[in-house]
Structures are given as structure tokens and as C-alpha cells.
């Protein structure tokens, strides 16, 4: 009678599905994220070495004036920028917005350096 005890059997005994899933998901979960992870990365890497390079930092300041100058109407300039990833801010140098038709000089607005930063409240309620 002692020799058969189906609850010891059955506790020594690992269950060979359940180990065989574990490493089955772990693989899905590891795949997963390197399908996920790795462009993201690649994307920021990416990102960062074309926003440091003269051509594309001067390419965007000129599309920054354009657009900054079409949706006010008045010539705008803007010297140089600057972009900081890591605390989600930039600084603006050189900013001079002329006035309108009539008066166009003084400038209306006139700025050595401007820093703004966009803080993230609440990504999941789309707050910032």
C-alpha cells in the first residue's frame, strides 16, 4: 500500500507541458520585444545623429521659419536652435518676429534666448 502513493508520484514529477510553455512564452516575450524594442531604438539612435548634423539642423531651422512666417503672416528669424532629447526641451536663439505692414520695424517680438519644455503629466490621460 505504501508502495503506491499517486500524490508523492505526482509531486516528484514535473509537469513536462508546463515547463515546455514557460519557455515557449519566454521565447514569444523575448521575440516580441526584440521585434518592439529594436526599431525604437534604432529610431532614436537615428534620430539623434540626423537632428546633430549641420545639413539636417540647417534644413529644419529654414522649414521651422517658413512655417513660423506663413502661419503669422510677418517675417520671422530664428539664429539657431538647440534640442535636448533627454529632458524633452529646446532653446531658441536669435528670435525676431517683425511687425505687420504698416510698421514692420521696431520688431514686434525680439528674443535673445527662449527655453521650453514639454512635461508629460499623464500619458495615459493625453495630459501635458
Known amino acids: 500500500m505504501d508502495a503506491f502513493k499517486p500524490g508523492l508520484d505526482s509531486a516528484k514529477k514535473k509537469n513536462p507541458v508546463r515547463g515546455s510553455s514557460r519557455r515557449y512564452l519566454l521565447s514569444a516575450f523575448k ?3 526584440g521585434v518592439v ?3 525604437i531604438l534604432l529610431g532614436a539612435i537615428v534620430l539623434v545623429f ?4 549641420d ?3 540647417s534644413y529644419l531651422l529654414g522649414a521651422i521659419q ?8 510677418v517675417p ?3 539664429q539657431n536652435f538647440t534640442l535636448h ?5 529646446v532653446d531658441l536663439y536669435g528670435l525676431t518676429v517683425s511687425g505687420a505692414e504698416p510698421h514692420p520695424s521696431p520688431p514686434l517680438l525680439q528674443v535673445q534666448h527662449n527655453q ?5 503629466v499623464s500619458v495615459f490621460k493625453r495630459k501635458w
Open 31 to 33: 521575440w516580441i520585444a
Open 37 to 39: 524594442v529594436f526599431p
Open 50 to 53: 540626423f537632428v546633430n548634423s
Open 55 to 57: 545639413g539636417f539642423h
Open 66 to 73: 517658413t512655417q513660423a512666417a506663413a502661419k503669422l503672416g
Open 76 to 78: 520671422v528669424v530664428l
Open 85 to 89: 532629447l533627454s529632458t524633452l526641451s
Open 116 to 120: 521650453s519644455v514639454v512635461k508629460v
